[in-house]
């Protein structure tokens, strides 16, 4: 083994560790706070959501960072987007926490916040020429996860309907539907260029973010929903149909 490859291991293992540390410490923090406000059993059951997409995230990072030098990940934008990814596994943990007064704000805050450093760290990226393949990798990954997590305490919470989980569903059908083509050897295009696609993300996002915010009744949020939904649902299906070349057949 090489000088630069023993160099590049350890800040493999740095950055790993780091990672996990942080997580641990937002664990323990996030366990107090619910202990505090509501009780050490909603604290504990929090931790088993939260913990578990920490870990994920944590593997995730540790899995991807082979696809630049290990220095990446303490790139600011990144760090800004593990932040995020804090925030959203945060954001979890409330799925299996009753919605009390004391802490019927937190998953919004959470999440919302998340959805502000979103825009952050894209920005800063482009600002500092720090864009890289693990950020993008990180950054696709964690806006994925928390389009899944935040509506699922939506709807544990009464906040959102059942019905607008078919958005999040939506992208993992999506890469699933491209994966097994690939698998059978079909041809998979490019995804078409799209002046909707970002801005209905966003429209998703601070919808998700204002549903999870106890001022609005639920009757009215929740047919708002479906009708919130229904866009991005259309841009997903048309962008399957083009990158399978039915929609140019058609």
């Known amino acids: 083994m090489s000088g630069a490859e023993r160099v590049y291991r350890r800040l493999d293992a740095a950055a790993v560790t780091a990672a996990a540390l942080a997580a641990a410490g937002a664990a323990v923090a996030g366990w107090t706070l619910v202990a505090t406000m509501v009780s050490h059993d909603a604290a504990n059951r929090w931790l088993l959501v939260a913990g578990a997409v920490l870990g994920y995230e944590v593997g995730f990072l540790a899995y991807h960072l082979d696809a630049e030098r290990p220095r990446a990940a303490f790139a600011p934008p990144n760090l800004v987007t593990l932040f995020r990814g804090g925030l959203y596994a945060a954001t979890a943990g409330f799925l299996l926490v009753p919605p009390t007064r004391a802490v ?26 720090g864009t890289t393949e693990l950020g993008a990798k990180l950054d696709l990954a964690f806006d994925t996860l928390g389009f899944l997590v935040a509506p699922l305490v939506g709807v544990a919470w009464g906040r959102l309907p059942v019905a607008y989980l078919s958005l999040s569903a939506a992208r993992y059908v999506y890469r699933a539907g491209i994966g097994w083509r690939k698998r059978r050897g079909r041809p998979i295009g490019d995804l078409p260029e ?57």
């Open 104 to 129: 019927q704000w937190i998953p919004a805050a959470c999440y919302g916040t998340g959805v502000a450093l979103d825009f952050v760290d894209g920005r800063l990226a482009r600002l500092t020429g």
């Open 194 to 250: 799209s002046r909707v696609r970002r801005p209905l993300a966003a429209l998703q996002m601070t919808f998700i973010t204002a549903a999870l915010a106890p001022v609005g009744p639920a009757a009215v949020v929740h047919p708002l929903a479906v009708v919130v939904a229904a866009p991005s649902l259309a841009v997903f299906a048309r962008d399957y149909l083009a990158v399978t070349g039915r929609l140019n057949r058609a």
